[in-house]
């Protein structure tokens, strides 16, 4: 009897057909029914496809691993709001002493959001009910985001040697001020790492949608998609600042563009720091929901085992 196409197909995809390893023992799954188990270590089989992950949530991943989220959550909301406040108390204190400790608060914030950024995009652990290799999951999310978050502690280092260099030859201890390609060195640094922080913002909202927290998930999605339209019209003014435009064109351009993008910076930047004081109680949730969880889970099997002593006893006695 001849099959068609379709039921082919499907025959087909009901197998692993290519070189892949459990990721709980190892064993090569090729030859079996990706709707069966793995034969060494009993983990489910499934084929391979974009968004599944099991049947887990952020509330069952270990206890190490959740503490550690949580310390990156927090790590990030604190850095966020202390970025966002200091700059304001640089024309303030204009004195030496009072700019360097500004310039030092600023490095650890940002030293402390490079440090919650590696701790919250830390790959997924691997439980029982994991159907695919964490490391391979959000993985170029996952390196863009630290690699870009590097930018800000940088950008905060160049940004201290040309602010010492300027002050120098305003005093006239220097004869020359910061160097362009200080300056230019500082722009790419920040328009990296503010870049950055789309994926970082994508890549925590997977997250969320792992914690099965959807409007969380949500909202990091549209701050991804804000931070995009500040970037843009960021670039815009830029653009306005160094090309030669006539004085009325130029007016016409960066007046609105400046205002819209003030307005757009200050909405981005407060939405993300409302999500991040949302990630930072979700971890929190999930720890005390994993700890009570196990310790339910522990009184059971206290409980179990004293009835099947109490069983035993009486069994005896007969």
């Not at 024309?91 to 590696?118: H, K, N, S």
């Not at 001020?177 to 970082?200: D, F, T, W």
């Not at 815009?236 to 600042?241: E, R």
Request: with cysteine.
């Amino acid at each position: 009897m001849r099959t068609s196409g379709h039921t082919q197909s499907e025959a087909a995809q009901s197998y692993v057909n290519e070189d892949r390893r459990c990721i709980g023992c190892g064993y090569n799954l090729k030859g079996l029914k990706s709707s069966g188990k793995c034969p060494e270590c009993g983990r489910p089989i499934v084929k391979r496809r974009r968004g599944v992950r099991g049947n887990d949530s952020l509330v069952h991943a270990p206890t190490g691993w959740l503490l550690k989220f949580k310390a990156g959550a927090m790590l990030l909301m604190s850095a966020a709001a202390i970025a966002v406040v200091l700059p304001f108390a640089v024309p303030v204190l204009r004195r030496a002493a009072f700019e360097y400790a500004i310039f030092g608060a600023m490095m650890l914030a940002t030293l402390g959001w490079w440090v919650g950024t590696w701790l919250t995009t830390r790959a997924r652990p691997v439980m029982p009910t994991t159907t695919i290799d964490p490391r391979e999951e959000w993985f170029w999310l996952r390196v863009l985001s630290r690699v870009s978050q590097a930018g800000w502690p940088l950008a905060v280092g160049v940004g201290m040697v040309i602010a010492r260099m300027n002050a120098a030859f305003a005093t006239g201890a220097a004869a020359t001020g910061a160097p362009m390609s200080l300056l230019i060195a500082e722009s790419i640094l920040c328009a990296v790492a503010a870049a950055g922080i789309v994926p970082l913002c994508v890549y925590l909202s997977n997250v969320s949608h792992w914690a099965s927290d959807w409007a969380l998930m949500m909202n990091f999605r549209a701050c991804s998609m804000s931070v995009s339209a500040t970037a843009f019209l960021g670039t815009l003014a830029v653009l306005g600042i160094f090309m030669p435009l006539p004085p009325g064109v130029n007016a016409l351009v960066n007046g609105p563009v400046l205002t819209f993008g003030g307005l757009f910076l200050l909405l981005a930047v407060g939405h993300l720091l409302w999500c991040l004081w949302r990630l930072r109680g979700m971890a929190s949730w999930a720890v005390i929901n994993h700890v009570t969880a196990q310790m339910h889970a522990e009184k059971t099997k206290e409980q179990a085992a004293r009835m099947a002593a109490a069983h035993k006893a009486q069994a005896r006695r007969k």
